[in-house]
């Protein structure tokens, strides 16, 4: 979603070095490459197995490219510092996860309630709910997926454990259905506590707030910043820390002699940037798109 903008925004130069954070199916990646001159250079990364099983099979033969199957939030320990010309993060759930019932991330389609960017690692949504305390899963509702009926919706799910495991999409999603009293238009009742638990498992905000620090470390001078992000949560983080990385330091703020490390590291590019009514209309999972851009201004 939004390739083309992201691209452009990254002002990517024939010879430059550029990360992929989230490389997802491969969409951005292609199109960096394919701005990309022989000596150029891309480093793509993902949590995901089958994301990096698809860019070993799409590019692994590529001089160009480098793999590494791992969370965004380590980019810093792929990169040197100050090198990349330009880095690339498309936050969240990719369409192929989503799209496979398997993963356990939607509730379009019965699986195994899972939810795990990477399988091999960590407990599952399904573990979370049957050992949770409920004030914890209404904790989690509550925060990552704002929904107000995250009591309810953590009551019930205390109640429906004690009699039997819950262990699919279906169950989770007709559980939440009876729980929440009225309906948001044109929203499924469990897409709340689905994000919600996503977020929880994945530790998705924790690791955008390290990965964009990691981020800001491993540009260069002029090297450029594209994130893209789909939900008021993850687009509040990374314009809070933007902003505040485009401001100097406030502790030296009216005062005379700041020291270089308290200046702003990187400038605003632009506004916020969002998905044209064509590409909506392709695909309407790119109507809650937002690409903010900005750019490293001092070493």
Same mark, same amino acid.
């Not at 400038?267 to 632009?270: A, E, F, P, R």
């Given at each position: 979603m939004l390739l083309a903008e992201a691209v452009e925004g990254l002002a990517v130069r024939p010879g430059g070095n550029y990360i992929d954070a989230t490389y997802g199916r491969g969409g951005h990646a292609q199109a960096i490459l394919e701005r990309l @001159?022989?000596?150029g250079s891309l480093l793509v990364v993902d949590r995901d197995p089958q994301a990096i099983g698809h860019a070993h !099979? !799409?590019?692994g033969s590529d001089p160009r490219v480098r793999i590494e199957h791992s969370t965004f939030d380590r980019i810093g320990s792929f990169a040197a510092p100050l090198s990349a010309n330009g880095i690339l993060f498309d936050l969240g759930v990719s369409s192929p996860q989503l799209d496979d019932p398997a993963r356990g991330f939607s509730f379009m389609r019965d699986g195994p309630l899972d939810m795990r960017m990477d399988p091999s690692r960590g407990a599952s949504a399904a573990d979370f709910i049957a050992t949770a305390p409920a004030a914890e899963i209404a904790r989690v509702i509550f925060e990552y997926g704002e929904d107000r009926f995250a009591r309810r919706i953590a +009551? !019930?799910?205390e109640l429906a454990r004690a009699v039997a495991p819950i262990a699919t999409t279906a169950q989770l999603a007709e559980l939440v259905a009876r729980a929440v009293p009225t309906r948001e238009r044109s929203k499924n009742p469990a897409t709340r506590t689905f994000q919600a638990l996503r977020m929880h498992v994945n530790g998705e905000l924790d690791l955008i707030g390290r990965a964009l620090r990691a981020a800001v470390g491993a540009l260069a001078t002029g090297g450029r910043l594209a994130v893209i992000s789909f939900h008021s949560l993850e687009d +509040? &983080? =990374?314009k809070r820390f &933007? +902003?505040?990385a485009a401001q100097e330091d406030p502790v030296w703020r009216g005062l005379p002699g700041v020291p270089e490390s308290a200046l702003p590291k990187l @400038? &605003? =590019? @632009?506004r916020a940037i969002h998905a044209g009514q064509a590409e909506i209309d392709a695909n309407p999972r790119a109507r809650s798109a937002t690409l903010r851009i900005a750019? +490293? =201004?001092r070493p």
């Open positions: @001159g022989p000596t !099979a !799409a590019h +009551r !019930a799910i +509040r &983080l =990374v &933007l +902003r505040d @400038g &605003l =590019v @632009g750019e +490293r =201004v």
